[in-house]
């Protein structure tokens, strides 16, 4: 079975340049890509800055995906919060956020939940991970190392298919190095996502393992995929093969 996900740290719907907010800019780039699933970062919830829309329902819902998850990490002075969010044309469950913050530093988190993907008549178990890692190099590699400790991942069969994806801070595009041993698998190049206006840097990135393949992943490319926040999004081509 074929599925698109795709993973972008939206900024609050926040453009990187004009910094205005416009929720429907992000909208229609999401829309322009399809996603099955959409793993965002940085969704805020009754903030002043985004007139205290609860953005994961508002998106969801223009992008007509039924099923969602969403949780605040970060308290926005003057009221409302954010945090990550799924978004999910398939029913979740079993969802939790699994904390992964490092003592004086803002709080991190990766949000997991099971995606029940009916294909073909048969029904299959889709793990899915949005995570946003820390701005300090040792800050990431406690974080992951932390997440691959943690409850239910440490249970999950091999085979088992489980994606991970977000904004994983990756400054110096080391951090696959440290999922590979788990079973990991990434794209061999991966692309620059920020700053959206002009990438220098591949902060972003998703990762597969159990019975996926990852086909593609490309950055978003279009007008508003550069202008609408400070990341570009990344779009994933995956199949889910048969036991």
């Given at each position: 079975?074929?599925?698109?996900?795709?993973t972008w740290n939206?900024?609050?719907?926040?453009?990187?340049?004009?910094?205005?907010?416009?929720?429907?800019?992000?909208?229609?780039?999401?829309?322009?890509?399809?996603?099955?699933?959409?793993?965002?970062?940085?969704?805020?919830?009754?903030?002043?800055?985004?007139?205290?829309?609860?953005?994961?329902?508002?998106?969801?819902?223009?992008?007509?995906?039924?099923?969602?998850?969403?949780?605040?990490?970060?308290?926005?002075?003057?009221?409302?919060?954010?945090?990550?969010?799924?978004?999910?044309?398939?029913?979740?469950?079993?969802?939790?956020?699994?904390?992964?913050?490092?003592?004086?530093?803002?709080?991190?988190?990766?949000?997991?939940?099971?995606?029940?993907?009916?294909?073909?008549?048969?029904?299959?178990?889709?793990?899915?991970?949005?995570?946003?890692?820390?701005?300090?190099?040792?800050?990431?590699?406690?974080?992951?190392?932390?997440?691959?400790?943690?409850?239910?991942?440490?249970?999950?069969?091999?085979?088992?298919p489980v994606i991970?994806?977000?904004?994983?801070?990756?400054?110096?595009?080391?951090?696959?190095?440290?999922?590979?041993?788990?079973?990991?698998?990434?794209a061999a190049h991966?692309?620059?996502?920020?700053?959206?206006?002009?990438?220098?840097?591949?902060?972003?990135?998703?990762?597969?393992?159990?019975?996926?393949?990852?086909?593609?992943?490309?950055?978003?490319?279009?007008?508003?995929?550069?202008?609408?926040?400070?990341?570009?999004?990344?779009?994933?081509?995956?199949?889910?093969?048969?036991?």
């Amino acid at each position: 079975m074929k599925l698109r996900v795709v993973t972008w740290n939206i900024h609050k719907c926040i453009g990187g340049l004009d910094r205005r907010y416009d929720l429907a800019r992000t909208v229609a780039t999401l829309s322009h890509y399809a996603p099955d699933v959409a793993l965002l970062q940085e969704v805020d919830a009754g903030a002043r800055r985004s007139n205290g829309d609860q953005q994961v329902e508002l998106i969801a819902d223009a992008l007509e995906l039924p099923h969602r998850a969403w949780y605040p990490n970060v308290d926005v002075r003057g009221g409302g919060n954010y945090g990550n969010a799924i978004l999910s044309r398939f029913p979740l469950d079993e969802v939790r956020n699994i904390d992964l913050t490092v003592a004086a530093k803002k709080r991190r988190s990766v949000l997991h939940a099971i995606a029940r993907v009916h294909h073909d008549g048969h029904d299959r178990t889709l793990h899915l991970y949005n995570m946003h890692l820390g701005l300090a190099q040792y800050e990431r590699r406690i974080q992951l190392a932390t997440f691959l400790d943690s409850h239910p991942f440490q249970g999950l069969h091999h085979d088992t298919p489980v994606i991970v994806g977000g904004d994983l801070n990756d400054v110096w595009g080391n951090l696959g190095a440290l999922l590979t041993p788990a079973g990991f698998r990434g794209a061999a190049h991966r692309p620059r996502t920020f700053p959206a206006w002009g990438p220098l840097r591949a902060l972003d990135s998703l990762y597969v393992r159990g019975t996926m393949r990852l086909l593609d992943l490309t950055r978003g490319e279009t007008a508003l995929a550069k202008r609408a926040s400070d990341h570009r999004p990344l779009i994933a081509d995956l199949v889910i093969d048969r036991h």
